[in-house]
């Protein structure tokens, strides 16, 4: 299901690099892509989109994400998952949102996720340097466990935060939290980079990024981790 709607996502983001659109959106595309021949056949590639749009009374934020792994004899990841978030605010820090998250991961143990939220965000550090924003609040979740007849709903809690703080003019430190919290399970999502701009808007970008359920499915593990070496195009 996201696997099928993330192309049309990403289709509509991309389709915002236009000129006559980067003075509107901002934020950053990045890929990063491993091939390996003779002794060891491996491939793997994953790509990032994350964009916002901000007018006076609206926010719009768009993230799109896609990992995909394989080796000589079958496919060892592939993952999809896309964000939408729509802020109405309220002041300059405070502001009301929606929210809908889809996620497909083949070797998760769920056929797919997918959350619709809502609830208040806050910028408690909004300065040159630093920024820190954060949003809290609840919504419905619909799951499906791989081979499972039915999917499950549940009522979530949920917690999302964006970090950045910029060490010196070409150096910059990411991070973006993701928390949801039920019946079910808790899931929580974290992704931390660094990234050093080698022009104006070309970067290089050392990720690590953590995945974590409280109650996975059977024979699923309940941690997965990823480190990734990126190209970061910073949209301005």
């Known amino acids: 299901m996201i696997s099928k709607l993330l192309p049309y996502l990403c289709g509509f983001a991309l389709s915002l690099l236009a000129p006559a659109a980067q003075a509107q ?16 056949e491996a491939k793997s590639a994953n790509a990032k989109l994350d964009v916002a749009h ?7 934020r768009i993230y799109a994400a896609v990992l995909y792994g394989e080796n000589a004899d079958s496919t060892t990841a592939e993952r999809y998952e896309a964000r939408y978030q729509l802020d109405r605010k309220i ?33 408690f550090i909004d300065t040159a340097d630093t920024k820190l924003s954060a949003s809290f609040g609840a919504g419905y979740r619909k799951l499906r466990i791989d081979g499972a007849a039915e999917a ?31 019946s079910l399970n808790t899931s929580v999502q ?4 660094l990234a050093v701009s080698m022009t ?11 995945r974590y359920n409280t ?15 990126n190209l970061v195009y910073n949209i301005k």
């Open 152 to 182: 499950e709903d549940d009522v979530v809690g949920t917690l999302s935060s964006d970090f950045e703080h910029a060490f010196t003019t070409t150096t910059k430190l990411t991070n973006k939290l993701l928390v949801e919290s039920g």
């Open 215 to 229: 109650d996975p499915p059977p024979l699923s593990k309940d941690t997965d981790t990823l480190i990734t070496v």
């Open 25 to 40: 959106w901002t934020g950053k595309a990045e890929v990063g892509l491993l091939s390996a021949s003779g002794n060891t």
């Open 91 to 123: 002041n300059d820090r405070l502001s009301w949102f929606a929210g809908l998250r889809g996620e497909e991961d083949k070797f998760s143990g769920f056929d797919y996720q997918a959350t619709l939220s809502t609830g208040v965000s806050y910028k």
């Open 190 to 193: 974290d992704d931390l980079a």
């Open 54 to 60: 901000e007018s006076a009374k609206w926010r719009n």
């Open 200 to 210: 104006d808007t070309l970067a290089l970008a050392v990720g690590f990024g953590v």
